[in-house]
């Protein structure tokens, strides 16, 4: 329910602006709320469990996201919905890295390979079922159902956490860091809202974006420096003393990057390049969510039998032969070929995420699972949203570029538009409208493929880097590092 309602909104953005009777720039806001509510309030999620217990944050989040997405799909004006998808944000914040500590506790060391395994499938299964769900929605019934249809799943999931989940908390809880959340909080919002607004607004061509990024900095900055030197922080920088769990976030970074960096570029380009109906864009990108779907199964068993650091580094090296097999397309190429390459980035992904997902905790105490899940979370996020953005930039500057450098090329005397466009008629208007849209196509599929291609040089540099990680047994639980009460 959470993963899906990342990217579930996005294909009804035009059915909403037409019901709202907004710009395209103001109905972008309810794409930025969610995002940056989530980001900001993630970090918060670890303290939480902490102060009040994982079950009580859990049924909070739930019920508030449960209750939210159905304002949302009742919502009648662009305020509304851009308020209400803020607060599903704040509530859903919680849901995924709790829910892997929870995970992590609730399983014998022998069994939190497979139970990481599945809990990965739905964190890659959301984004990718969200934008098919979505259109399907919009298109049968209206925008209003890509909220209204998680009633039934919180109503349902509701029910499971109250039934069997029993209570877990710190019966010593840090004291709350308001300064410093306040510092983080500025340094993400700040940092998110540049990200999200940088492609409308020329990046730091707008004083905006050099306002939000020189926020960022100073706030970030301030953060560590407070961090390093109060005596109960925010966020215990010790943390990233621990070589597994410092790689591991920065390897969590680096597969965020590249999987929704993939996934923001293809459906335009089916779409766009390729006449693509939203419908089918859906259905080429399927073979991903079966990939994952498979790998799931092999990685699970794989665990606890299998060094994670190969497992980890072939996730890595398989994702990078999709972006470079992408990377090889042009515009006579079939779809089958692209959804080869999704089964194979699909497949891949749960070699990454399962195996990072165990190695985050261990070899850190249990005292800061709730802080440390939070934390790779965010990196994750963080380096989704950053992937997007970089993706999104560097195609279209790209694009903008070859567009010029091909435009020089359009000239009578050219062999190869004679060769390629032999009855083109340069004096009439057809002619130069032609042109002008083959030139705009061309520009676009070389930018897709210099953009797939830097994916696939950043996972293989990444990829390397999981041999650093050390291979401890997982932490056992000593008489003083009991800190969790069991209630019920």
Known sequence: MNQVDTTIANVALPHMQGTTSSSREQISWVLTSYIIAMAIATPLSGWL???????????????????????????????????????????????????QVILMDLNPPEERGRSMAIFSLGFILGPLIGPLLGGWLTETYSWHWVFLINLPVGALAFLGISTFLPEMRDPDPRPFDLFGFGLLALAIGSFQLMLDRGQTLDWFDSTEIIAEAGLAFVALFMFLVHAATTEHPFVRLKIFADRNFTVSVGLGFVVGVVMFGTMSLLPPMLAGLFGQP????????????????????????????????FIAFFGLFACGLSTLALSGISLQSDMAMIMVAGFINGFAMSFVFVPLSMTTFASLERRYYNEASAISMLFRYVGSAAGISAVQFMTTRNAATVQSRLTEGLRPDSPIIGFALPDLDFASVEGAARMVFVSVRQAMMVAYVDTFWMLFVLSMVAAPFAFIIRMPKLASVSEDDKLLVHAE
Do not use: H, N
């Open 49 to 99: 469990a902490e102060r009040y217990g994982r079950r009580r944050l859990l049924l909070t989040s739930v019920v508030g996201f449960t209750i939210v997405s159905g304002l949302c799909g009742i919502s009648v004006r662009l305020e509304e919905l851009i308020l209400f998808r803020f607060f599903q944000g704040l509530f859903g914040a919680a849901l995924i890295p709790i829910t």
């Open 278 to 309: 939203i419908f089918d864009v859906g259905i080429v990108m399927a073979p991903r969510g079966i990939g994952t779907f498979f790998a799931t199964f092999i990685v699970g068993r794989m665990m606890g039998k299998a060094d994670v650091r």
